[in-house]
């Protein structure tokens, strides 16, 4: 037979965690009045749950944490929780790094599969025999969106509902011009097949350092004719080589003459003379 637990609650809270914070987010977990809450923070062992399974238990001390209180959970047959007579130190909370918190979201228990209002809390002494009910509010349905109330959905749940999806888009292609290959057919045309080897059967290796013999060529081979040349005796500067100085023509300037000094070399027509104006010196004035 499995083991059956009791979740009990005796005013406690987690380290770095505000009283008046703790108490209105457990107000809004088990939708409970102020009375209530006082008994819960009276420093007695007050019954939360009353023999529920393993998965039920851890689903409400998740939720008592997540709120800053501290839960206790009790195997049924064992001594429930001796009154305190002053709330002991919370124990630290571990430090978590922003990866881990984000991984222990993920795996945060679904706090709304939890039970109905008949089947909720109730907060009671141990030795009562009739518990009284915290609230009729499912812990995961607490009344505005504190972190208590938040929770992960399952992987794979719709965020969206259907009436609120978009159809997704369905196009037509036309596919009346394709058809498919056989398996193992080639896609594109086959490559031209590579040119034959040249003949190499007239070809011969000679051995190491053997001089290559001229090969065979058609080519007449030039044979000027240097009769007519002759080498100039060492030293020479080649003086006999250069040029020879230009002859003065001879010109006939019989129809030519001088004009006399201050005449017009130009005609009229091809003089081109710039008349300037004199600038007004009217208003300039000369002082003593």
Not at 166 to 173: F, G, H, I, L, M
Not at 211 to 233: G, K, Q, R
Request: one cysteine or more; glycine letters at 6%.
């Amino acid at each position: 037979m499995d083991s059956r637990y009791n979740v009990y609650f005796e005013g406690q809270l987690l380290e770095g965690q505000n009283m008046a914070n703790v108490r209105d987010k457990l107000a809004r977990l088990f939708n409970a009045d102020q009375q209530t809450l006082d008994k819960l923070f009276s420093g007695k062992a007050q019954l939360i749950k009353r023999e529920c399974d393993q998965a039920t238990a851890l689903k409400f001390k998740q939720a008592i944490e997540q709120a800053g209180a501290l839960p206790i959970i009790k195997e049924v047959g064992t001594s429930p929780p001796a009154p305190a007579v002053a709330p002991a130190p919370p124990k630290p909370a571990p430090t978590m790094t922003a990866a881990e918190r984000i991984a222990a979201l993920a795996q945060a228990p679904d706090l709304g599969s939890y039970d109905t209002a008949a089947d909720q809390a109730d907060v009671a002494g141990p030795g009562e025999e009739e518990p009284a009910p915290v609230g009729s509010q499912d812990p995961a349905q607490a009344g505005d969106s504190g972190a208590a109330g938040i929770d992960l959905a399952p992987q794979g749940t719709a965020v969206l509902r259907p009436e609120e999806r978009k159809p997704a888009p369905t196009r037509e292609v036309d596919t009346t011009g394709m058809a498919l290959d056989e398996s193992g057919a080639q896609l594109s045309e086959p490559s031209a097949p590579p040119p034959a080897a040249p003949d190499t059967s007239h070809l011969s290796m000679g051995a190491a350092g053997e001089a290559i013999p001229t090969l065979p060529t058609d080519a007449v081979p030039v044979d000027p004719n240097t009769d007519a040349l002759d080498l100039t005796p060492a030293g020479t500067d080649f003086s006999d080589c250069a040029a020879p100085e230009a002859e003065m023509p001879a010109l006939d300037l019989s129809a030519i003459e001088l004009a006399p000094s201050g005449a017009e070399v130009l005609e009229q027509k091809y003089r081109q003379r710039q008349q300037q104006k004199a600038p007004a010196t009217d208003h300039i004035s000369l002082e003593d």
